[in-house]
């Protein structure tokens, strides 16, 4: 890539809260982006919005990951970025989470984000690129009630660190954000309750829950060659402190 051309990245998860606010942050910088999603209207929406191209896919299925990702070579020669944002939230001991619950966090987090390394790197063997995938603060501290989805997002982490070695000499720089709770559209069941929201702000050191742009700026530095060139295997906690502290009672 010259410095006169617009980076092409692809966001998947794009009409989600965080996945919505990186497409927005990235569009004000002129780079040319493929956006993703299930749902056909708000990411035609938001494609309109911003200037985005819209493909409407189902991250669970390699073939549609692969097809957008081709989508972006055949329309510009080439791939510098790609960010899942693809995920669930499942708040259940392992005794009272079935089988099929179990199965499908793994599917909808660790699938897709090996999904996203296995196309994504191919597009990038030649000329590098960057690869940043959501794990949680919940992969790397135990908490009640999270067996299934740490157990998605701790799978993340180990992808992410293995494919950044695989990688590394062809210039492929694979890194995660590991957000504490972000307040989107997936979270509501939690936040919506006083109770629910007071609770999970007290998890957290610094007093609030994250928002999108929080996550979304972490996520856009790790995309960009200019500055974050030298980063690579990296889980970047972004989470107000719910990883590494215990706040005061």
Not at 135 to 146: D, E, I, Q, T
Request: glycine share 12%.
């Amino acid at each position: 890539m010259t410095t006169n051309e617009a980076p092409v990245y692809i966001i998947l998860g794009a009409s989600g809260g965080i996945g919505s606010a990186v497409s927005r942050k990235l569009a004000s910088t002129g780079a040319h982006l493929l956006l993703g999603a299930r749902q056909p209207a708000p990411l035609q929406a938001l494609a309109s919005e911003i200037g985005g191209v819209a493909h409407t896919l189902d991250a669970t299925q390699f073939d549609a990951v692969q097809g957008i990702v081709k989508q972006a070579i055949d329309q510009y020669g080439r791939l510098d970025g790609i960010a899942n944002c693809v995920g669930s939230i499942l708040l259940k001991p392992a005794h009272l989470t079935s089988v099929e619950e179990f199965a499908e966090t793994i599917n909808q987090n660790l699938n897709t984000a090996f999904y996203t390394v296995k196309a994504g790197a191919r597009a990038m063997m030649k000329h590098g690129g960057s690869i940043v995938l959501c794990s949680s603060a919940v992969a790397r501290k135990g908490l009640v009630n999270h067996e299934a989805i740490a157990a998605a997002k701790a799978g993340i982490v180990g992808l992410a660190q293995s494919a950044a070695a695989t990688y590394a000499p062809r210039n492929i720089r694979i890194n995660c954000v590991a957000p504490g709770l972000v307040e989107t559209p997936l979270s509501a069941r939690i936040t919506s309750s006083e109770a629910g929201r007071t609770q999970s702000e007290k998890m957290h050191a610094l007093g609030r829950l994250g928002q999108p742009d929080d996550i979304a700026e972490g996520i856009i530095w790790l995309l960009d060659h200019t500055r974050s060139s030298w980063v690579t295997g990296q889980v970047i906690g972004i989470d107000g402190g719910l990883g590494t502290l215990f706040p005061r009672p």
